[in-house]
């Protein structure tokens, strides 16, 4: 992260980034995985982190990457790993419910076992996942992960990082309601026809 008297600057410019890419696939009809994608990469290169993922947690407690960026030098996330069912792990809930955010490392003892093999074959060492939204039970988040650049999070980071991660809840969420609406016309439409 960059010091202080850059701060606001660095921020403007991330937010100004990341809006610019998901404002114009809502408006023109662009893809939206392209722009999220694109998105997630401005933010992990301008935070320094080498995955970012959006991940929503199903109703069969079952997790799905819906969109990711990945730092060149890594590879992909690993098929297995796209969609698997929900881990349980009650200090993470814990940190959810009093944080508001997990973070989960690869050194610590107590994850449960799946995890640590996730974030292991992901090249993972340290995760930060910040809640995008719920609805009917159904979560998604934003996370980010450190891979080859390590670094602890600070109040203020995890602040800004709250910020963007609100950006692309907001977004994800207008392209979900257009997404509705499209599908409802075109219906309409052929009801009428």
Same mark, same amino acid.
């Given at each position: 992260?960059?010091?202080?008297?850059?701060?606001?600057?660095?921020?403007?410019?991330?937010?100004?980034?990341?809006?610019?890419?998901?404002? *114009?696939?809502?408006? @023109?009809?662009?893809?939206?995985?392209?722009?999220?994608?694109? @998105?997630?990469?401005? *933010?992990?290169?301008?935070?320094?982190?080498?995955?970012? !993922?959006?991940?929503?947690?199903?109703?069969?407690?079952?997790?799905? *990457?819906?969109?990711?960026?990945?730092?060149?030098?890594?590879?992909?996330?690993?098929?297995?790993?796209?969609?698997?069912?929900?881990?349980?792990?009650?200090?993470? +809930?814990?940190?959810?419910?009093?944080?508001?955010?997990?973070?989960?490392?690869?050194?610590?003892?107590?994850?449960?076992?799946?995890?640590?093999? @996730?974030? +292991? +074959?992901?090249?993972?060492?340290?995760?930060?996942?910040?809640?995008?939204?719920?609805? !009917?039970?159904?979560?998604?988040?934003?996370?980010?992960?450190?891979?080859?650049?390590?670094?602890?999070?600070?109040?203020?980071?995890?602040?800004?990082?709250?910020?963007?991660? @609100?950006?692309?809840?907001?977004?994800?969420?207008?392209?979900?309601?257009?997404?509705?609406?499209?599908?409802?016309?075109?219906?309409?439409?052929?009801?009428?026809?």
């Amino acid at each position: 992260m960059p010091n202080n008297n850059s701060d606001f600057t660095f921020a403007a410019k991330l937010i100004s980034d990341v809006l610019i890419h998901l404002n *114009i696939s809502l408006t @023109s009809g662009q893809d939206f995985a392209k722009s999220i994608t694109t @998105s997630l990469q401005c *933010i992990g290169e301008f935070t320094r982190h080498d995955r970012m !993922n959006v991940i929503e947690i199903n109703h069969n407690m079952t997790y799905t *990457i819906l969109y990711e960026w990945y730092d060149p030098l890594l590879s992909p996330v690993p098929d297995q790993w796209k969609h698997q069912h929900l881990f349980y792990d009650s200090p993470l +809930e814990e940190q959810l419910c009093n944080q508001n955010y997990i973070i989960i490392r690869q050194t610590d003892q107590t994850i449960h076992p799946n995890i640590k093999i @996730s974030l +292991e +074959e992901q090249c993972c060492q340290q995760m930060l996942l910040l809640p995008l939204f719920e609805s !009917n039970l159904q979560f998604a988040f934003l996370v980010f992960m450190q891979c080859q650049q390590i670094h602890d999070w600070d109040t203020e980071e995890i602040k800004l990082l709250k910020n963007i991660s @609100s950006i692309i809840a907001t977004q994800l969420n207008n392209y979900r309601l257009v997404k509705r609406l499209v599908l409802h016309l075109k219906r309409c439409r052929e009801k009428k026809i």
